[in-house]
């Protein structure tokens, strides 16, 4: 493992004192800022995460805002996914391209009212091309970051541990959507989701002092009885799980569809999306290469920090881009761009990793 | 320290294999990348710089190609430094504002042709505005990253160093000028620049097989007798230098003024400019708030991983964004924004470190 020389441009969050005093191991770098890697042991917070709850500062799901009358434009232009029928209180998860239909970010835009939106995001500068974009087609909106910081509660006893702190109202939350519930006299949005599949909640935190850590402490108070502990997205269970990593797993090489997102691509109908032009053919012949999960053969391989190559007959075919072995499926999950030659559930591959050669599988879908 | 998880997100650069043989301990993260922070010790690593040569990985000083009839029109949106006498060959500190005057990079911007520019990115995903620019002005030009990798050559004997690798021509490039000179049949750009003021040069090296590790080893083979080592931009001589790091020392809540660039901006003759507008008030006027340098009484200060308050007969007067300890000039170093009631040469102050509140001094000009 790497050592980080901490600076100020990898910001703090406003939970980092949580973080730190709950024995954070790792970490690493997302939108300039510290997400933690490991508490535990990547395997032991693996077992916690699916069997009890945990508090993750996910700050670093930076929002973007867009407020004013061409907000919901200025959205639509951003995705080809058809936001026409989204409701206020829904969450959308929204593939972002640009012209060419390159993907930019994997974000969850959250639908405040018509002309109000925050985007969720991933590692990448999104503000900047969304203010590029606000920019040259002069549209009446602003667009910034505001001061708010995602908190995240995931694992089978979010419900049990949510509804101890914001009362039972939270157990109605559906699935993407979110309710404003009431902490210490302050209004929180609350949305039923999280970058796992155990379940759970992402609160958009609010502000630098009193609510975070005030709000951090009474999570952990009240789920003393719940086994809470401290924890952050997992690699092994989201990998399980089919959760993509922008920037890991795809960049603004691939298009949605090429990423296994073209379910949420309304390619024909999201008029006034900058990429739209360019995605039409591919939404109707589709890609030529596709995420597919990939079964790895033997004992647990190593850390994947950079391409794995994916050969058949000795021919390229693909590539593996995140792996662990996963202690529940006893093997080795992986992640990969696969050609269409060799992407049908169960077709015989190699796997190239620094330690050997190792025989894979491609399947069609993820473990979870 | 803090440890840092690799994954395929943190890329890896073409000289990677280089700087882990050559015993890399520490990284920080840069434009989605790994920059190394620390080979030998921060201190042994300074010494060294400013009497021998060294090599540093900057690949993540990433490229962005502007390539097109609109490429110059664009780059000159881009900033509010005069371009138009800018010529081929030169290169140009270019701070980069939206349209509001903030500040969103502060890149090198070499000019190959009067349609053809490549930006040497600080750590923000600039393509992002760019394409975004490009794209809502319907601009006549191409926007991308090009795989290209600076290597840089920084101390005082580079330019021993460079001409026994690349011949004595080397020597006669001007300052913020570059030629083109060949490596092994193929012609490299070559700037005199680098993030150090050791003097040196930075090499734009093309592709990843082949040229960019024969380059490294042929650097290091020909540095034996000037004792090269491997090295990295170094803490305590860029602060003394008063270098500024952008994410560190400004953001885009900051002018290119406070951040005492107004040298650069020609806010009134920058015609195209997307920030002048927000900009002219504050180039007649001046800011409130302007970078200083402080030197910091007391023994060596802590890593400084968030602002420190700077005050005055307990009011706050600014914040220190970067500090260290300088063997040289026996006092802390450091970078911070100070209101200009506080600004003035010799101006007593007081800093919060984490490990108390320490006097200090505001200095008008950096130590070198």
Redesign the interface.
């Known amino acids: 493992?790497?050592?980080?020389?901490?600076?100020?441009?990898?910001r703090?969050t406003v939970f980092s004192d949580g973080v730190e005093a709950a024995g954070?191991?790792?970490?690493?770098?997302y939108n300039?800022m510290?997400l933690p890697?490991?508490f535990r042991s990547v395997q032991e917070d693996y077992h916690h995460l699916k069997e009890a709850v945990q508090i993750w500062d996910v700050a670093c799901e930076r929002q973007i805002e867009l407020r004013g009358p061409d907000a919901g434009r200025l959205m639509q232009m951003l995705t080809p996914r058809d936001l026409r029928g989204m409701l206020t209180e829904q969450c959308f998860y929204v593939p972002i391209v640009?012209?060419t239909g390159g993907m930019?970010n994997d974000p969850v835009a959250v639908k405040l009212g018509d002309d109000h939106w925050w985007v969720s995001i991933a590692?990448?500068?999104?503000?900047?091309?969304?203010?590029?974009?606000?920019?040259?087609?002069?549209l009446d909106v602003l667009v910034d970051e505001p001061d708010i910081s995602p908190l995240a509660i995931q694992g089978p006893k979010s419900d049990d541990l949510m509804a101890d702190v914001f009362g039972d109202a939270v157990r109605n939350i559906r699935f993407f959507r979110y309710k404003k519930l009431d902490f210490n006299g302050t209004p929180l949005v609350i949305a039923r989701s999280g970058y796992s599949k155990q379940g759970g909640f992402e609160i958009y935190v609010p502000g630098h002092d009193g609510i975070p850590m005030a709000l951090w402490n009474a999570l952990f108070e009240a789920g003393k009885k719940y086994d809470v502990h401290a924890g952050c997205p997992n690699l092994i269970e989201r990998i399980e799980g089919g959760l993509l990593?922008?920037?890991?797993d795809m960049t603004d090489d691939n298009t949605p569809h090429e990423c296994g997102l073209g379910k949420f691509c309304d390619t024909h109908d999201a008029l006034g999306c900058?990429g739209r032009d360019a995605l039409l053919r591919v939404a109707k012949e589709g890609p030529v290469q596709q995420i597919r999960a990939i079964d790895i053969d033997g004992p647990a391989v190593g850390?994947?920090?950079?391409?794995w190559d994916v050969t058949a007959n000795g021919k390229r075919v693909g590539r593996v881009?995140?792996a662990a072995y996963s202690p529940d499926y006893e093997t080795n999950v992986a992640v990969g761009m696969i050609r269409m030659t060799h992407w049908e559930d169960g077709t015989a591959v190699q796997v190239h990793t620094p330690d050997g050669v190792r025989d894979a599988v491609v399947r069609e879908k993820f473990w979870k």
């Open positions: 493992m790497a050592v980080l020389s901490p600076s100020r441009r990898l703090r954070v191991k790792a970490y690493t770098v300039h510290l890697t490991v640009d012209e930019l590692d990448s500068d999104l503000l900047y091309w969304i203010k590029g974009i606000a920019n040259g087609w002069r990593s922008y920037g890991n900058i850390l994947c920090d950079r391409w881009s995140s």
